[in-house]
């Protein structure tokens, strides 16, 4: 049986992530959100969204191997500014079990509200 390999990484909230006033942690999240749609339309990311979670703040599978896919993460501006840690986990599918179609993915927080634009 063939396999087809993905990576998924985790999100981790630190224990010691800084203090940000509302601006500054909603400029972090719309930054983070512009990476997340730059690795999108790379062709890294095929699917990556946030989990409902204290610890764990965010999940992504990429098409990329495990250290590329933390090398990557780590570019985060989020995990830059110390907001988060990443755990990266190889993950195996039988072959075709997974696809992931065409989407665009949101740069801004003002996108996912509907606001982008007016």
Same mark, same amino acid.
Not at 53 to 74: M, Y
């Given at each position: 049986? +063939?396999? &087809? /390999?993905?990576?998924? $990484?985790?999100?981790?909230? /630190?224990? =010691?992530?800084?203090?940000? &006033?509302?601006?500054?942690?909603?400029?972090? +999240? =719309?930054?983070?959100?512009? #990476?997340?749609?730059?690795? #999108?339309?790379?062709? #890294?990311?095929? %699917?990556?969204? *946030?989990? &409902?979670?204290?610890?764990? !703040?965010?999940?992504?599978?990429?098409? @990329? =191997?495990?250290? !590329?896919?933390?090398?990557?993460?780590?570019? &985060?501006? %989020?995990?830059?500014?110390? !907001?988060?840690?990443?755990? @990266?986990? *190889?993950?195996? @599918?039988?072959?075709?079990?997974?696809?992931?179609?065409?989407?665009?993915? *949101? /740069?801004? $927080?003002?996108?996912?509200?509907?606001?982008?634009? /007016?």
């Amino acid at each position: 049986m +063939q396999f &087809d /390999r993905f990576t998924i $990484t985790l999100l981790i909230l /630190r224990p =010691d992530a800084p203090e940000l &006033d509302e601006e500054a942690a909603a400029a972090l +999240q =719309d930054a983070h959100m512009a #990476h997340l749609a730059d690795l #999108h339309e790379a062709g #890294h990311l095929l %699917a990556a969204g *946030p989990l &409902d979670d204290e610890e764990l !703040r965010g999940l992504s599978i990429l098409s @990329v =191997d495990p250290a !590329r896919a933390r090398e990557l993460k780590e570019e &985060d501006p %989020a995990v830059r500014a110390g !907001r988060f840690s990443v755990k @990266v986990i *190889p993950w195996m @599918v039988p072959g075709g079990a997974m696809s992931f179609s065409p989407t665009r993915f *949101p /740069r801004s $927080t003002a996108e996912v509200g509907g606001t982008e634009g /007016r």
